[in-house]
């Protein structure tokens, strides 16, 4: 059938949002409302009718309420095949009566087990048995069943049942929402279990929604879509966006990577990137400064960039930016005033909160994926100066926010900096030295005076002597090179403080 009248409704909801306003709709309808639990009670004292579902099953809830709605009774009047003359003649020789509508939603399990100091108890006890059982029945048989599943589906529900039922598009539309919802249901119990038995898990289930489809992809010719993890927090998701056109695959890939690099700072601070490598990053005493610093890095990379910042955007950063030239994107916590960049149609302004990063880092390879835990930039848990002179108290402090940069750059990574601006970054070179050499052109000679990071340890002494010509006086590597001996001379020679962290910081 096209469409069905909805003449008898099963419902049983964890999240009864919305619910009183839905059912006295259906009530107004003629529907007679079937219902267990909690869900019966609260009908009830709104002075509904309701059926207890144990009128229907002639057995009372048992188990605390874990056996409800587990019963032929039930579910032979939600799966019969209506179209099928014995499941017709089965149902009246049980006296069993078919439901046209199953309204039903899950036990809040994901956010039982993100609440701190949960216990296994707890979680396990919010592990919903019943209602998945009759999420699915119902979706399998959307020929002749409409499945509610969330209170935002209540409304166009309740009209299609005012309009006289549900169609055949609408139930299939609800049938596809519904077994997702209980497969990424399955996946967050499975994840739980994964965490609680395993440090690093053996099996991942990642339910994915599609939140946004994009202009196209990396390239003209490529569809593009923009998906999030179900359960999971994304600050693209929440954020707003104030102006410009809407968003390409490209603009969230870099707008992510500036915005996690940004967080680094404690500072007013600037990140300017692009294809995913800051071209600038800057600190400074106010927003505007680190702007300016950030930019005059590299002025040619900036052109169309991603712009983070993690302060408010003012009045004096939006004028500087206004004049500094194109630009893609810029982010930032919240804007105070965006002053010209107003007029500027094309740019996208977006407001954002700190991004978060729970899970796992996953990069897709061919037919999976390879995981890690995501990296942190550790700063001084291990650091050691190996060199004859130790840095001066300008130089570590440069040392730190060059680490921090080269941390977030692609490997092969040499950033070069003074006075909390990375004048020269060498990014995702095939070679150590070849990074150290692009970094040095870049930095010309800002180079002179400045200290460097590498994001992994020096194998020869080659990359560090072309930082010494510059003028670079103190490096940050990781070490535990063979040739750890060779750097280190290499760096008494020239007089450079050279520090080893223990931890590298290769980005792919």
Known sequence: MSRIPVRRALVSVSDKHGLIDFARRLVESDVVIVSSGGTAALLAEAGLPVTPVSDVTGAPEILGGRVKTLHPRVHGGILADLAEEHHRRELAEQGIEPFELVVSNLYPFQKTIARPNVTEGDAIEEIDI??????????????????????????????????????????????????????????????????????????????????????????????????RTLGQSAWWESATQLQGKEMSFNNYVDADAAWRHVQEFEEPACVIVKHTNACGVATAADLAGAFRLAWDADPQSAFGSVIALNRPLDAATATAMAAAGFIEVVIAPAVEDAGPLESKANLRVIVAASPRRPGFDLRIVDGGFVGQEWDTTGVDDEWAVVSDRPPTTEEMRDLHFAWRVAAHTKSNAIVIARGGQAVGIGAGDQSRIGASERAVRQAGDRASGAVAASDAFFPFADGLEALARAGVTAVIEPGGSKGDAEVIAAANTGGLALVFTGRRHFKH
């Open 130 to 227: 019943g209602g998945p059982t009759l999420v699915r029945a119902a979706a399998k048989n959307h020929a002749w069943v409409g499945i509610v599943t969330a209170p935002d589906q209540y409304q166009e529900v309740a009209a299609a049942v005012e309009s006289g039922g549900l169609d055949a598009p609408l139930r299939r539309r609800l049938a596809r929402e519904a077994f997702f919802r209980t497969a990424a249901y399955d996946a967050a119990i499975v994840g739980w279990f994964e965490r609680v038995d395993h440090g690093l898990p053996e099996r991942m289930v990642l339910p994915l929604e599609r939140t946004a489809e994009l202009r196209y992809g990396e390239n003209p010719h490529q569809p593009g879509a923009a998906f």
